[in-house]
């Protein structure tokens, strides 16, 4: 079975870096095409997508966001990391992971979702 | 950035209705759209992929059209478990974006 499980704390204060763990089951970050995101959703809101890391490590990033993130993977463990630095109120939000499989490409379509882990910035 | 713009922004149908969600690109993006499905509290779904392939498992009841800069989600008879929220979203290039969703309600 596949599935993704997000895991962080559930809350930080402005101006801390935000750590967000992807721990991915039922296939391999290695696999060649596998790639994984973060989207994230504020309270209310539509979805925003944020990185992706593929299988040969290259990544890609918010283009709004892109000095505040690093996307990286522990293939050793099957877990893909998002760090946010600099995490203010707005960022407040639901944090997922999601899978585009290889078999998708070169269709970049999201089949499975983590279930979602809410982050609130607030002092 | 690619804007993606869903409309209606809600929508109000009965069980039994056949029911059309447009979502519009500001360029050109070939094919390469998505469509999900989310209800409240949960991750969204994935139903449609290259703007008309259906997600395995999904019914056939959604269906997706539309190249370009024009898309269409259609659901040919509503069921009581479609009533949530859609969105699209756009991966031809780079930062991926979603439409900001359409609430389909029940009248």
């Known amino acids: 079975q596949v599935t993704l499980r997000e895991s962080g704390p559930a809350l930080v204060k402005p101006t801390q870096t935000l750590t967000l763990t992807c721990t991915c089951s039922?296939?391999?970050?290695?696999?060649?095409?596998?790639?994984v995101s973060w989207i994230r959703q504020p309270p209310g809101k539509a979805l925003e997508w944020l990185a992706r890391?593929?299988?040969?490590?290259?990544?890609y990033y918010s283009t709004s966001l892109k000095t505040r993130l690093t996307i990286s993977k522990d293939t050793s463990k099957n877990q893909v990391v998002l760090a946010m630095t600099n995490m203010d109120p707005v960022d407040t939000a639901t944090y997922y992971c999601?899978?585009?499989?290889?078999?998708?490409?070169?269709?970049?379509?999201?089949?499975?979702w983590g279930q979602g882990t809410m982050v609130t910035v607030s002092s | 950035d690619i804007q993606m713009t869903q409309s209606p922004s809600t929508l109000s149908a009965s069980v039994g209705d056949r029911v059309t969600i447009t979502c519009r690109a500001s360029?050109?993006?070939?094919?390469?759209l998505a469509w999900y499905q989310q209800k409240p509290g949960l991750a969204p779904k994935l139903l449609i992929y290259?703007?008309?392939i259906l997600e395995s498992g999904v019914p056939s009841r959604f269906s997706g059209s539309g190249s370009g800069t024009e898309f269409t989600l259609t659901i040919s008879s509503l069921q009581p478990d479609a009533f949530a929220t859609y969105y699209c979203?756009?991966?031809?290039?780079?930062?991926?974006?979603f439409g900001q969703g359409t609430k389909l309600e029940i009248k």
């Open positions: 039922g296939f391999s970050l290695s696999t060649s095409g596998m790639c």
């Open positions: 890391i593929d299988w040969d490590d290259d990544k």
């Open positions: 979203q756009q991966y031809n290039s780079y930062p991926y974006t």
């Open positions: 999601a899978r585009i499989p290889p078999t998708y490409l070169p269709s970049h379509a999201f089949d499975i």
């Open positions: 290259k703007a008309s």
């Open positions: 360029q050109s993006i070939s094919s390469w």
